[in-house]
Structures are given as structure tokens and as C-alpha cells.
């Protein structure tokens, strides 16, 4: 069983920083793919980014890709079981909570909530304009 739990959110102006951090339990989450969604009021739950075990492949919301890529970066320290969620610049319409999860599989490519099977509690992104 693999228990996560997300912290590093926060307020921060337009054009700001903040960098997520989901720690996880189990030694088994270092062969798990990872995956960060975001829900925002009244929205549903979507796709932001994944990498997997390694952390060596990562991918990107496609149709968020103009505003998301380059902006977001995921990364992971296996050794710390930490997968992270780098934001800059920061815009509004990045409001919103932002749930860590995880898959069993050593890589995805699914985008989908439903192919990830353990969840963090999420954690409350706030962007001021």
C-alpha cells in the first residue's frame, strides 16, 4: 500500500514560483509511475503531468501544452520518495488544487484519473492576479 501526501501549495501572485512536493510511503512507490492532476472549482479533475519510475520519461497534458509546458517540469528523487511539480509564472487560471497520485505500472502514458490507483489529499494552489 502507498500512501501520499502533498504539500508546497500556497498564494502567490501572477508571475510567481512554487515548487509541489508529494512524499510517499513505500519502498515500492520507486517502481511506481507518478502523476500530478489539478481540479479547479466547478472543472473536473485533469491530467498535468507524469513521469515514470525513473523519472527519465515525462510527459505533458496535451491540450494544456501551450500554457502548461515549460512552465511545469515534474522530476523525482527515488531515493527520498518525492516526486515534485516545479510552477513558474505562474497565471489565475492555475488555480486550483493539485493532487499527487501514483500507478503500480513502472510508466503510462495514460491521462486519465482512472488508470492511477493511489491519490494524495491534494494541495491548495491559489494564484492572485
Known amino acids: 500500500q502507498v500512501q501520499l501526501v502533498e504539500s508546497g501549495g500556497g498564494l502567490v501572485q501572477a508571475g510567481g514560483s512554487l515548487r509541489l512536493s508529494c512524499a510517499a510511503s513505500?519502498?515500492?512507490?520507486?517502481?511506481?509511475?507518478a502523476a500530478w492532476f489539478r481540479q479547479a472549482p466547478g472543472k473536473e479533475r485533469e491530467f498535468v503531468a507524469a513521469n515514470d519510475w525513473s523519472g527519465t520519461s515525462t510527459y505533458y497534458a496535451s491540450y494544456v501544452a501551450d500554457s502548461v509546458k515549460g512552465r511545469f517540469t515534474i522530476s523525482r528523487d527515488n531515493a527520498k520518495n518525492t516526486v515534485y511539480l516545479q510552477m513558474s509564472s505562474l497565471k489565475p487560471e492555475d488555480t486550483a488544487v493539485y493532487y499527487c497520485?501514483?500507478?503500480?505500472?513502472?510508466?503510462?502514458?495514460?491521462?486519465?484519473?482512472?488508470?492511477?490507483?493511489?491519490w494524495g489529499q491534494g494541495t491548495q494552489v491559489t494564484v492572485s492576479s
Open positions: 497520485a501514483a500507478t503500480p505500472f513502472r510508466s503510462t502514458r495514460s491521462r486519465n484519473p482512472s488508470a492511477f490507483d493511489y
Open positions: 513505500g519502498r515500492a512507490f520507486s517502481t511506481y509511475a
